[in-house]
């Protein structure tokens, strides 16, 4: 006799649900949120419009659905299960592992196609304001603030304002992922960006560790 395994294998209901949320994504992205119609995305899908009413109310819940997944990116997740105390310590191998994440990110399609529609709507939805504002970028930036204020007590980097290091981080971070989402976009070469990321860690790092001198003796 077979176990019985625990683990259980998705639903066709749920296989079936993710097929539509990928293909809204891709057209929310593509053409925008308001310019795409349930019939674009039940033609996609090569089924009737009813069909996606069994799985979701209207187009606002598949929007409502894809935002959830903003909390779950990998760029929200950047500290998540680490601690303090330990984190710090890697210093400026800490800065490179949080800039890679973002040049990854920029070139994930999933990532992007979340990242345009982001940008698309910030202005027109209140709730991607509030993740992007507290998920993406003010979360990020108290926790790095605190792993700079551990670096300063540590004289691994010069004493200065925690919060406005972090701000200085994480900002050209966000202006480089654009940039890259841009230029693809466009079908233009991205390689003038992608060494951006590493570049901005050695700069910021060269202007904010300490210096330390050798003796004589």
Same mark, same amino acid.
């Given at each position: 006799?077979?176990?019985?395994?625990?683990?259980?294998?998705?639903?066709?209901?749920?296989?079936?649900?993710?097929k539509?949320?990928?293909?809204?994504?891709?057209?929310?992205?593509?053409?925008?949120?308001?310019?795409?119609?349930?019939?674009?995305?039940?033609?996609?899908?090569?089924?009737?419009?009813?069909?996606?009413?069994?799985?979701?109310?209207?187009?606002?819940e598949?929007?409502?659905t894809?935002?959830?997944?903003?909390? +779950?990116?990998?760029?929200?997740?950047?500290? @998540?299960?680490?601690?303090?105390?330990?984190? $710090?310590?890697q210093?400026k #191998? %800490? &800065?490179?592992?949080i800039?890679?994440?973002?040049?990854?990110?920029?070139?994930?399609?999933?990532?992007?196609?979340?990242?345009?529609?982001?940008?698309?709507?910030?202005?027109?939805?209140?709730?991607?304001?509030?993740?992007?504002?507290?998920?993406?970028?003010?979360?990020?930036?108290?926790?790095?603030?605190?792993?700079?204020?551990?670096?300063?007590?540590?004289?691994?980097?010069?004493? +200065?304002d925690?919060?406005?290091?972090?701000? @200085?981080?994480f900002?050209?971070?966000?202006? $480089?992922?654009?940039q890259v #989402? %841009? &230029?693809?976009?466009?079908k233009?070469?991205?390689?003038?960006?992608?060494?951006?990321?590493?570049?901005?860690?050695?700069?910021?790092?060269?202007?904010?560790?300490?210096?330390r001198?050798?003796?004589?003796?």
């Amino acid at each position: 006799m077979y176990a019985e395994s625990d683990v259980s294998l998705p639903s066709k209901g749920s296989k079936t649900k993710e097929k539509i949320l990928k293909i809204s994504l891709k057209l929310f992205s593509n053409k925008g949120y308001k310019a795409t119609t349930v019939r674009d995305i039940a033609g996609a899908m090569g089924v009737k419009q009813s069909a996606l009413y069994n799985h979701f109310k209207n187009k606002d819940e598949i929007l409502e659905t894809l935002v959830s997944d903003l909390t +779950s990116s990998a760029i929200v997740t950047i500290f @998540e299960g680490k601690e303090s105390q330990e984190l $710090y310590k890697q210093g400026k #191998s %800490l &800065l490179m592992s949080i800039a890679t994440v973002f040049k990854l990110l920029s070139f994930d399609n999933q990532n992007e196609a979340l990242f345009k529609l982001m940008m698309q709507e910030i202005l027109l939805n209140e709730r991607i304001r509030e993740i992007y504002n507290e998920y993406f970028y003010q979360e990020n930036v108290k926790k790095l603030s605190g792993l700079f204020f551990l670096m300063m007590q540590n004289e691994m980097i010069k004493s +200065s304002d925690p919060l406005l290091l972090a701000n @200085e981080f994480f900002s050209p971070l966000f202006f $480089y992922q654009m940039q890259v #989402s %841009l &230029l693809k976009l466009d079908k233009k070469s991205t390689s003038s960006v992608v060494s951006l990321f590493e570049k901005h860690v050695d700069y910021f790092w060269d202007s904010i560790k300490i210096e330390r001198q050798g003796t004589l003796f």
